[in-house]
């Protein structure tokens, strides 16, 4: 898919944010340069709503959805712990 939601986060492998792209890592961001994303999510993550507003921070961590029929959860809640689970081979 070639076009993107402002707003998406969507799974990307690489070490570097494709070209306007930001990395879902807290930061601050200017609401006078980004106006439309802070119009979407405003500070629902944090910021002072004048002129900052920051970005989810998803270090260590993995975004769920919500929807019909799946568990109800409130958006920003951190679940879980971090280097809590080993996964391996069977």
Do not use: H
């Not at 076009?3 to 807290?26: H, K, L, M, Q, R």
């Not at 802070?38 to 910021?47: D, F, H, K």
């Not at 959805?65 to 809640?77: D, I, P, S, Y």
């Amino acid at each position: 898919m070639s076009d993107w939601y402002t707003g998406e986060i969507p799974i990307f492998s690489g070490n570097y944010a494709p070209v306007g792209w930001e990395f879902c890592d807290g930061r601050s961001m200017q609401i006078t340069t980004f106006e439309i994303l802070y119009a979407l999510i405003g500070v629902t993550y944090g910021g002072d709503g004048v002129t900052t507003f920051k970005l989810p921070n998803l270090n260590q961590t993995l975004s769920i959805g919500q929807g019909v029929g799946l568990t109800n959860r409130t958006m920003c809640k951190r679940l879980g712990e971090a280097d809590s689970v080993r996964l391996s081979r069977v």
